[in-house]
Protein backbone atom coordinates (compact mmCIF):
# COMPACT_ATOMS: atom_id res chain seq x y z
CA UNK A 1 0.00 0.00 0.00
CA UNK A 2 1.42 3.64 -0.63
CA UNK A 3 1.07 6.15 2.40
CA UNK A 4 -1.37 8.94 1.87
CA UNK A 5 0.02 12.16 2.31
CA UNK A 6 -0.81 16.13 2.59
CA UNK A 7 0.51 18.49 0.33
CA UNK A 8 4.05 19.69 1.53
CA UNK A 9 7.10 21.51 0.03
CA UNK A 10 9.73 19.35 -1.59
CA UNK A 11 8.79 17.01 -3.82
CA UNK A 12 5.25 16.05 -4.73
CA UNK A 13 3.71 13.46 -5.89
CA UNK A 14 0.30 12.15 -6.99
CA UNK A 15 -1.32 8.39 -7.39
CA UNK A 16 -4.11 8.06 -10.11
CA UNK A 17 -5.68 4.60 -8.91
CA UNK A 18 -8.81 4.00 -11.23
CA UNK A 19 -9.71 1.57 -9.02
CA UNK A 20 -9.79 3.59 -6.24
CA UNK A 21 -9.63 7.25 -5.27
CA UNK A 22 -6.52 9.92 -6.64
CA UNK A 23 -4.20 11.45 -3.84
CA UNK A 24 -1.14 12.43 -2.55
CA UNK A 25 1.85 10.06 -1.44
CA UNK A 26 5.26 10.05 -0.03
CA UNK A 27 7.75 9.13 -1.77
CA UNK A 28 9.84 5.97 -0.87
CA UNK A 29 12.63 3.56 -2.09
CA UNK A 30 11.27 1.07 -4.83
CA UNK A 31 7.86 2.38 -5.41
CA UNK A 32 7.69 0.74 -8.66
CA UNK A 33 6.48 -2.91 -7.07
CA UNK A 34 3.41 -1.33 -5.74
CA UNK A 35 1.60 0.12 -9.22
CA UNK A 36 0.07 -1.86 -12.25
CA UNK A 37 -1.59 -0.72 -15.03
CA UNK A 38 -4.56 0.48 -13.25
CA UNK A 39 -2.42 3.23 -11.62
CA UNK A 40 -0.14 5.80 -12.37
CA UNK A 41 2.41 7.59 -10.10
CA UNK A 42 3.15 11.02 -11.40
CA UNK A 43 6.31 12.93 -9.37
CA UNK A 44 6.90 16.82 -9.51
CA UNK A 45 9.55 18.13 -8.83
CA UNK A 46 9.92 22.14 -9.20
CA UNK A 47 13.38 22.32 -7.96
CA UNK A 48 16.39 20.73 -9.70
CA UNK A 49 18.15 20.34 -6.20
CA UNK A 50 20.04 17.17 -5.43
CA UNK A 51 18.10 16.09 -2.34
CA UNK A 52 14.78 15.89 -4.23
CA UNK A 53 15.85 14.42 -7.18
CA UNK A 54 18.18 11.78 -5.23
CA UNK A 55 14.44 10.93 -3.37
CA UNK A 56 13.04 10.71 -6.84
CA UNK A 57 15.69 8.12 -8.55
CA UNK A 58 15.76 6.20 -5.12
CA UNK A 59 11.66 5.54 -5.37
CA UNK A 60 11.42 4.58 -9.19
CA UNK A 61 14.96 3.59 -9.98
CA UNK A 62 16.51 6.56 -11.70
CA UNK A 63 20.34 5.67 -12.97
CA UNK A 64 22.78 8.34 -12.06
CA UNK A 65 23.76 9.70 -15.55
CA UNK A 66 19.55 10.55 -16.39
CA UNK A 67 19.95 11.97 -12.84
CA UNK A 68 22.51 14.24 -13.86
CA UNK A 69 21.02 15.25 -17.26
CA UNK A 70 17.99 16.41 -14.81
CA UNK A 71 20.33 18.27 -12.76
CA UNK A 72 20.99 20.81 -15.86
CA UNK A 73 18.78 23.21 -17.15
CA UNK A 74 18.00 22.09 -21.06
CA UNK A 75 18.17 25.04 -23.72
CA UNK A 76 16.65 22.85 -26.41
CA UNK A 77 13.16 20.93 -26.96
CA UNK A 78 14.90 17.43 -27.02
CA UNK A 79 13.78 13.30 -26.81
CA UNK A 80 16.31 10.51 -25.61
CA UNK A 81 15.08 6.77 -25.74
CA UNK A 82 16.62 4.28 -23.16
CA UNK A 83 15.46 0.88 -22.88
CA UNK A 84 12.70 0.99 -20.88
CA UNK A 85 12.00 4.49 -20.77
CA UNK A 86 12.11 8.17 -22.65
CA UNK A 87 13.16 11.51 -21.75
CA UNK A 88 11.46 14.53 -23.25
CA UNK A 89 12.71 18.07 -23.02
CA UNK A 90 10.30 21.07 -23.08
CA UNK A 91 10.08 24.55 -23.52
CA UNK A 92 6.96 25.85 -21.62
CA UNK A 93 6.22 29.49 -21.93
CA UNK A 94 4.15 32.07 -19.94
CA UNK A 95 2.93 35.67 -20.99
CA UNK A 96 5.37 38.04 -19.91
CA UNK A 97 3.98 40.35 -17.21
CA UNK A 98 5.02 44.53 -18.95
CA UNK A 99 5.67 46.19 -21.97
CA UNK A 100 5.43 44.60 -25.14
CA UNK A 101 8.86 44.72 -26.25
CA UNK A 102 9.16 42.34 -23.52
CA UNK A 103 9.53 38.77 -24.74
CA UNK A 104 7.92 35.49 -22.86
CA UNK A 105 9.29 33.87 -19.96
CA UNK A 106 10.62 30.19 -21.15
CA UNK A 107 11.05 27.73 -18.39
CA UNK A 108 12.74 23.98 -19.45
CA UNK A 109 10.38 21.23 -18.65
CA UNK A 110 11.96 17.63 -18.43
CA UNK A 111 9.99 14.73 -18.56
CA UNK A 112 10.85 11.05 -17.92
CA UNK A 113 8.23 8.34 -18.18
CA UNK A 114 8.33 4.45 -17.94
CA UNK A 115 6.13 1.67 -16.95
CA UNK A 116 3.50 3.36 -15.20
CA UNK A 117 5.20 6.55 -13.95
CA UNK A 118 6.35 10.13 -14.75
CA UNK A 119 8.32 12.70 -13.41
CA UNK A 120 8.28 16.04 -14.21
CA UNK A 121 11.20 18.49 -13.12
CA UNK A 122 11.79 22.35 -13.29
CA UNK A 123 12.45 25.31 -12.18
CA UNK A 124 10.13 27.02 -9.84
CA UNK A 125 6.35 27.13 -10.05
CA UNK A 126 4.71 26.32 -13.88
CA UNK A 127 1.52 27.30 -15.07
CA UNK A 128 0.96 24.58 -17.60
CA UNK A 129 1.43 22.28 -14.91
CA UNK A 130 -0.69 24.36 -12.85
CA UNK A 131 -3.62 23.96 -15.33
CA UNK A 132 -2.51 20.21 -16.37
CA UNK A 133 -2.73 19.77 -12.25
CA UNK A 134 -6.61 21.29 -11.44
CA UNK A 135 -7.95 19.87 -14.85
CA UNK A 136 -6.81 16.05 -13.91
CA UNK A 137 -7.21 16.33 -9.95
CA UNK A 138 -9.97 13.96 -9.28
CA UNK A 139 -9.88 12.03 -12.54
CA UNK A 140 -8.95 8.08 -11.29
CA UNK A 141 -9.49 7.41 -14.86
CA UNK A 142 -6.03 8.58 -15.08
CA UNK A 143 -4.64 5.80 -13.45
CA UNK A 144 -5.17 3.77 -16.70
CA UNK A 145 -3.55 6.01 -18.85
CA UNK A 146 0.07 4.72 -20.04
CA UNK A 147 2.69 7.14 -19.40
CA UNK A 148 2.90 7.82 -23.35
CA UNK A 149 -0.38 8.99 -23.06
CA UNK A 150 0.35 11.02 -19.94
CA UNK A 151 3.65 12.93 -21.19
CA UNK A 152 1.22 13.58 -24.55
CA UNK A 153 -0.99 15.24 -22.18
CA UNK A 154 1.41 17.28 -20.65
CA UNK A 155 3.32 18.18 -23.81
CA UNK A 156 -0.24 19.78 -24.96
CA UNK A 157 -0.96 21.53 -22.20
CA UNK A 158 2.85 23.08 -22.67
CA UNK A 159 1.37 24.11 -26.37
CA UNK A 160 -1.54 25.49 -24.73
CA UNK A 161 0.82 28.28 -23.05
CA UNK A 162 1.90 28.85 -26.31
CA UNK A 163 -1.89 29.70 -27.67
CA UNK A 164 -2.22 31.97 -24.68
CA UNK A 165 1.23 33.53 -25.93
CA UNK A 166 -0.76 33.74 -29.52
CA UNK A 167 -3.74 35.48 -28.21
CA UNK A 168 -1.67 38.35 -26.22
CA UNK A 169 0.30 39.21 -29.13
CA UNK A 170 -2.81 38.95 -31.08
CA UNK A 171 -4.46 42.02 -28.57
CA UNK A 172 -1.31 43.83 -28.91
CA UNK A 173 -1.44 44.11 -32.49
CA UNK A 174 -5.01 45.29 -32.54
CA UNK A 175 -4.21 47.73 -30.29
CA UNK A 176 -1.25 48.81 -32.32
CA UNK A 177 -3.91 48.93 -35.06
CA UNK A 178 -6.40 51.32 -33.78
CA UNK A 179 -3.47 53.72 -32.38
CA UNK A 180 -2.12 53.81 -36.03
CA UNK A 181 -5.25 54.70 -37.40
CA UNK A 182 -6.31 57.51 -34.43
CA UNK A 183 -3.14 59.06 -34.19
CA UNK A 184 -0.30 60.36 -36.45
CA UNK A 185 2.24 58.35 -37.48
CA UNK A 186 5.45 58.53 -35.01
CA UNK A 187 8.44 56.70 -34.22
CA UNK A 188 6.76 55.12 -31.22
CA UNK A 189 4.85 53.23 -33.07
CA UNK A 190 7.53 51.78 -35.57
CA UNK A 191 9.78 51.03 -32.29
CA UNK A 192 6.79 48.79 -30.97
CA UNK A 193 6.33 47.46 -34.29
CA UNK A 194 9.51 45.99 -34.32
CA UNK A 195 9.50 44.96 -30.50
CA UNK A 196 6.43 42.63 -31.50
CA UNK A 197 8.62 41.26 -34.10
CA UNK A 198 11.03 40.57 -32.52
CA UNK A 199 9.22 38.84 -30.02
CA UNK A 200 7.20 36.79 -32.19
CA UNK A 201 10.52 35.78 -33.56
CA UNK A 202 11.69 34.27 -29.47
CA UNK A 203 8.33 32.73 -29.66
CA UNK A 204 8.91 30.97 -33.05
CA UNK A 205 13.05 30.07 -32.14
CA UNK A 206 11.29 28.57 -28.65
CA UNK A 207 8.81 26.66 -30.42
CA UNK A 208 10.08 25.24 -33.36
CA UNK A 209 12.78 22.86 -32.25
CA UNK A 210 9.79 20.83 -30.71
CA UNK A 211 9.08 19.52 -34.24
CA UNK A 212 12.09 17.09 -33.59
CA UNK A 213 11.11 15.93 -30.65
CA UNK A 214 7.09 15.06 -31.11
CA UNK A 215 8.81 13.67 -34.68
CA UNK A 216 10.41 11.23 -32.59
CA UNK A 217 7.45 10.23 -30.67
CA UNK A 218 5.62 9.22 -33.40
CA UNK A 219 8.80 6.71 -35.31
CA UNK A 220 7.52 3.40 -35.62
CA UNK A 221 10.81 2.72 -33.11
CA UNK A 222 8.68 4.04 -30.14
CA UNK A 223 6.62 0.68 -30.91
CA UNK A 224 9.15 -1.23 -29.04
CA UNK A 225 8.02 0.38 -25.76
CA UNK A 226 5.12 -1.63 -25.37
CA UNK A 227 5.12 -1.37 -21.75
CA UNK A 228 5.39 2.94 -22.11
CA UNK A 229 2.61 2.94 -24.66
CA UNK A 230 2.39 4.84 -27.72
CA UNK A 231 1.77 8.98 -27.36
CA UNK A 232 -1.73 10.74 -28.55
CA UNK A 233 -1.27 11.34 -32.49
CA UNK A 234 -2.54 14.49 -33.12
CA UNK A 235 0.01 15.81 -31.08
CA UNK A 236 2.42 16.56 -34.03
CA UNK A 237 -0.93 18.48 -35.80
CA UNK A 238 -1.87 20.48 -32.11
CA UNK A 239 2.40 21.67 -32.72
CA UNK A 240 1.50 22.38 -36.28
CA UNK A 241 -1.23 24.45 -35.44
CA UNK A 242 0.80 26.56 -33.06
CA UNK A 243 3.26 27.08 -35.35
CA UNK A 244 0.95 28.25 -38.11
CA UNK A 245 -0.51 30.84 -35.45
CA UNK A 246 2.79 31.99 -34.46
CA UNK A 247 3.11 32.48 -38.69
CA UNK A 248 0.19 34.13 -38.82
CA UNK A 249 1.30 36.73 -36.21
CA UNK A 250 3.93 37.94 -38.57
CA UNK A 251 1.30 38.16 -41.21
CA UNK A 252 -0.77 40.89 -38.92
CA UNK A 253 2.17 42.85 -37.85
CA UNK A 254 2.71 43.36 -41.84
CA UNK A 255 -0.69 44.49 -41.52
CA UNK A 256 -0.26 46.76 -38.83
CA UNK A 257 2.97 48.29 -40.90
CA UNK A 258 0.80 48.74 -43.94
CA UNK A 259 -2.15 51.09 -41.48
CA UNK A 260 1.14 53.06 -40.17
CA UNK A 261 2.86 53.42 -43.72
CA UNK A 262 -0.99 53.94 -45.49
CA UNK A 263 -1.85 56.67 -42.19
CA UNK A 264 1.77 58.35 -42.71
CA UNK A 265 1.31 58.58 -46.46
CA UNK A 266 -1.75 60.00 -46.60
CA UNK A 267 -0.96 62.65 -43.62
CA UNK A 268 1.70 63.71 -46.28
CA UNK A 269 -1.44 63.82 -49.00
CA UNK A 270 -3.18 66.20 -46.67
CA UNK A 271 -0.07 68.27 -45.92
CA UNK A 272 0.66 68.63 -50.07
CA UNK A 273 -2.94 69.43 -50.25
CA UNK A 274 -2.92 72.08 -48.05
CA UNK A 275 0.29 73.20 -49.52
CA UNK A 276 -0.92 73.08 -53.06
CA UNK A 277 -4.33 75.48 -52.07
CA UNK A 278 -1.66 77.87 -50.16
CA UNK A 279 -0.08 78.24 -53.34
CA UNK A 280 -2.62 78.49 -55.27
CA UNK A 281 -4.82 81.32 -52.60
CA UNK A 282 -1.36 83.54 -53.37
CA UNK A 283 -1.00 82.79 -57.43
CA UNK A 284 -3.32 85.34 -58.47
CA UNK A 285 -2.16 88.00 -56.08
CA UNK A 286 1.63 86.69 -57.24
CA UNK A 287 0.74 87.48 -60.87
CA UNK A 288 -1.25 90.63 -60.22
CA UNK A 289 1.91 92.49 -58.22
CA UNK A 290 4.19 91.59 -61.71
CA UNK A 291 2.06 92.72 -63.36
CA UNK A 292 1.66 96.25 -61.85
CA UNK A 293 5.00 96.01 -60.88
CA UNK A 294 6.36 96.14 -65.34
CA UNK A 295 8.13 99.13 -66.27
CA UNK A 296 5.04 100.47 -68.84
CA UNK A 297 3.37 103.27 -68.25
CA UNK A 298 -0.41 102.80 -69.08
CA UNK A 299 -3.32 105.21 -68.40
CA UNK A 300 -4.35 102.65 -66.11
CA UNK A 301 -1.54 102.34 -63.34
CA UNK A 302 -1.24 105.81 -63.63
CA UNK A 303 -3.94 106.27 -61.36
CA UNK A 304 -2.85 106.02 -57.78
CA UNK A 305 -6.80 104.87 -57.44
CA UNK A 306 -6.48 102.26 -59.08
CA UNK A 307 -4.11 100.42 -56.01
CA UNK A 308 -7.30 100.06 -53.99
CA UNK A 309 -8.79 98.01 -57.12
CA UNK A 310 -5.70 95.03 -58.00
CA UNK A 311 -5.72 94.94 -54.21
CA UNK A 312 -9.83 93.93 -53.91
CA UNK A 313 -9.01 91.36 -57.44
CA UNK A 314 -6.55 89.88 -55.53
CA UNK A 315 -9.07 89.56 -52.63
CA UNK A 316 -11.58 88.10 -54.94
CA UNK A 317 -9.50 85.54 -56.33
CA UNK A 318 -8.82 84.31 -53.13
CA UNK A 319 -11.86 84.14 -51.99
CA UNK A 320 -12.97 82.62 -54.96
CA UNK A 321 -10.44 79.95 -54.81
CA UNK A 322 -11.44 79.53 -50.92
CA UNK A 323 -15.02 78.61 -51.78
CA UNK A 324 -14.23 76.32 -54.70
CA UNK A 325 -11.89 74.32 -52.41
CA UNK A 326 -14.58 74.08 -49.44
CA UNK A 327 -17.25 72.74 -52.25
CA UNK A 328 -15.27 70.62 -53.31
CA UNK A 329 -14.09 69.09 -50.36
CA UNK A 330 -10.29 69.87 -50.31
CA UNK A 331 -10.90 71.73 -46.58
Excluded at 29 to 41: A, K, P, V
Excluded at 91 to 117: F, I, R, Y
Excluded at 290 to 319: H, K, L, R
Aim: avoid cysteine; hydrophobic fraction near 50%.
Amino acid sequence: MIPTTEATGGPRARLYDADGVDREVELADGMLGRLDSRRLLWIDLDSRAPTDLEAAARAIGLDDGLVRRLAATAKRADLTQYEDRIHLVLLAVEPADGDVASEPVVTPLDVVGGKDWVVTVHDGPLEALARFDAETEGETRLGALDAAGFIAAIADEVLAGYFEVVEGIEREIDRLDERALRQRPDGDVLVRIVALRRRIGAVRRTLAPHRVAFAALARPDMELHEELGRPWPGLTDRLDRALDAVTNLRELLLGTFDIHMGRAAQDANDVMKRLTLVSAVFLPAVVLAGVMGMNFQPPFFSDPENFWFVIAAMAVFAVTILLVARARHWL
